[in-house]
């Protein structure tokens, strides 16, 4: 059974960091590509950074510079350090296995972990 667990969300200020990770279980993780989608309120899912298993990452325009992806095989786990978090950047944020690049369809998703970024 495929298992992906988020964890490391929260309520932070405007300027504050966060590192995400997701835990994976029941797939050969290091041969996944991996990635960080999110989706707020009313707005559709969207990718937020994405990283191969040859460790090519690609971000979001909206996240470049400021959000890093990152795995470790060996603990089955993807991160993502956020840094100079923004208002906008508030969202429920979700893992993905081996999904589509864009939409993540078609992989394997975690539960979800909620970013609120507020003053």
């Known amino acids: 059974q495929v298992q992906l667990v988020e964890s490391g969300g929260g309520l932070v200020q405007p300027g504050g960091s966060l590192r995400l990770s997701c835990a994976a279980s029941g797939i050969i993780f290091s041969i996944y590509a991996m990635g960080w989608y999110r989706q707020a309120p009313g707005k559709q899912r969207e990718l937020v950074a994405h990283i191969t298993n040859g460790d090519t990452t690609n971000y979001a325009d909206s996240v470049k510079g400021r959000f890093t992806i990152s795995r470790d095989n060996a603990k089955n786990t993807v991160y993502l350090q956020m840094n100079s978090l923004k208002p906008e950047d508030t969202a429920v944020y979700y893992c993905?296995?081996?999904?589509?690049?864009?939409?993540?369809?078609?992989?394997?998703w975690g539960q979800g972990t909620q970013v609120t970024v507020s003053s």
């Open positions: 993905n296995a081996g999904g589509n690049y864009y939409t993540g369809i078609g992989g394997y």
